[in-house]
């Protein structure tokens, strides 16, 4: 079964403060994405990544960076952690061989940027 | 942009009853939906695929059908039970890239006994 695991469940940091979120995945997958959960809004994609050194921006990459030097660890950075960044952090991982595949979640980690 | 819009936040039936989610895409038709089920606390967890080209997919007690004349999937529980009882979530592939997955805003199930 592949387990993607989120280094943190909660994290609460002051405005200002550079924050990383570390994601690793076990299956060798290809692809790895960043996506904030915010209620009303859904799922929107940060950033992803479909290979070790590269990256595409999502829907709402700014405020965040991102960094794939391995492949099983993608980590998003926010550079300087604002309040408005507080929100349910989720990474998901899945197989570039197969457009279909489904992803594999985290089960997130839970910022409150105060 | 390719937006997907799931319309009801939140949908309460009794057990027993089929419960229908609704998921509405726009602009050009996705090669596929999938649908995923998310329960709190924790990260979405995937439960079927639909192609365009497939009117419906069913797996045990779920059915998830695609309507491309409507820009619509339809994703049906039979047999409802409490324990189905979740958020359920349908994403559709990028049109600049399809590893770039687009998820809608969920619909909430609530199923009382």
Redesign the interface.
């Known amino acids: 079964d592949v387990k993607?695991t989120q280094s943190s469940r909660y994290l609460v940091k002051r405005t200002g403060e550079k924050v990383f979120l570390e994601c690793v995945q076990d299956m060798d997958h290809e692809?790895m994405?960043w996506?904030r959960q915010d209620p009303?809004?859904?799922?929107?994609?940060i950033y992803?990544s479909?290979d070790v050194k590269m990256k595409?921006k999502?829907?709402i990459p700014e405020g965040y960076s991102v960094s794939r030097e391995k492949k099983e660890r993608f980590s998003l950075i926010l550079e300087s952690a604002s309040t408005n960044q507080t929100s349910m952090y989720?990474c998901?991982s899945?197989k570039?061989d197969r457009?279909?595949s489904?992803?594999?979640?985290?089960?997130?980690t839970r910022l409150t940027v105060t | 942009s390719q937006k997907i819009e799931?319309n009801s936040?939140a949908l309460n039936i009794q057990e027993g009853k089929t419960a229908t989610l609704t998921c509405n895409y726009t602009n050009y038709s996705p090669?596929?939906l999938?649908w995923?089920r998310q329960d709190p606390?924790?990260?979405?967890?995937?439960l079927l695929?639909i192609?365009e080209n497939e009117k419906e997919k069913r797996k045990e007690r779920l059915k998830v059908t695609f309507d491309t004349t409507l820009k619509q999937s339809l994703f049906h529980i039979t047999a409802s039970q409490p324990a189905d009882s979740a958020t359920y979530?349908c994403?559709r592939?990028g049109y600049s890239?399809?590893?770039?997955?687009?998820?809608?805003?969920?619909t909430r199930l609530s199923i009382r006994p």
């Open positions: 993607v692809n994405f996506y009303g809004l859904g799922l929107r994609l992803f479909y595409e999502g829907d989720l998901a899945s570039r457009t279909e489904p992803l594999h979640f985290g089960n997130g | 799931q936040e090669a596929y999938q995923y606390g924790r990260g979405p967890v995937f695929l192609r979530l994403a592939p890239s399809a590893s770039k997955i687009i998820f809608g805003s969920g």
